[in-house]
T-cell receptor, first 112, second 113 residues
């Protein structure tokens, strides 16, 4: 059973469009991370959020951690073909030891 | 190199053979993780090392899977009597301290024929 549910699983959009992907759970997490993975490579960390309600911006990417620390969203403004990839959220609860649990990912394709 | 290094990058093996996958973490990183990723899917946790000890082996899917880490550095993941369902990308990651962000290697793509 996956603790983190990501939606949508697949998203294909045109360059310049906006999009939001979601990461939801019934568990409370002490922190949550977002990674992006390109084909043939390992995931690369984008951001870590730790405080309920926190919002972080990374250029055209806006990350939000839910008030109850059970969910998160990633919003991309004016998507570019270079944003194409697999977006993964990952979290570890206070009792999870050192294991990071990953969601199933959202595969984004941005067409020029 | 400055990043996590995994070898081989690709491995094709026959069903029933044993395979050994290697991970060289970033120098000085004490925590090391193995994950498995099936085609286009998320990451499945396998095992975690802190130094040379493995306090969390909960993700190993069967007793055919084992891992060790020597000298607080290099780790090997061994799969005995490989099965077709073992086909996946095996990713290694390291971090400097407990639960700090993970730095991943590019993975080993294992294909069992």
């Amino acid at each position: 059973t996956q603790l983190l549910e990501q939606s949508p699983q697949f998203l294909s959009i045109q360059e310049g469009e906006n999009l939001t992907v979601y990461c939801n759970s019934s568990s409370v997490f002490s922190s949550l991370q977002w990674y992006r993975q390109e084909p043939g490579e390992g995931p690369v960390l984008l951001v870590t959020v730790v405080t309920g309600g926190e919002v972080k911006k990374l250029k055209r990417l806006t990350f939000q951690f839910g008030d109850a620390r059970k969910d998160s969203s990633l919003h991309i403004t004016a998507a570019q073909p270079g944003d194409t990839g697999l977006y993964l959220c990952a979290a570890g609860g206070s009792n999870a030891g050192n294991m990071l649990t990953f969601g199933g990912g959202t595969r984004l394709m941005v067409k020029p | 190199g400055a990043g996590v290094s995994q070898s081989p990058s690709n491995k094709v093996t026959e069903k029933g053979k044993d395979v050994e996958l290697r991970c060289d973490p970033i120098s000085g990183h004490t925590a090391l993780y193995w994950y498995r990723q099936s085609l286009g899917q998320g990451l499945e946790f396998l095992i975690y090392f802190q130094g040379n000890s493995a306090p969390d082996k909960s993700g190993l899917p069967s007793d055919r899977f084992s891992a060790e880490r020597t000298g607080g550095s290099v780790s090997t993941l061994t799969i005995q009597r490989t099965q077709q369902e073992d086909s996946a990308v095996y990713l290694c990651a390291s971090s400097s301290v407990r639960r700090s962000p993970l730095h991943f290697g590019n993975g080993t793509r294992l294909t069992v024929t």
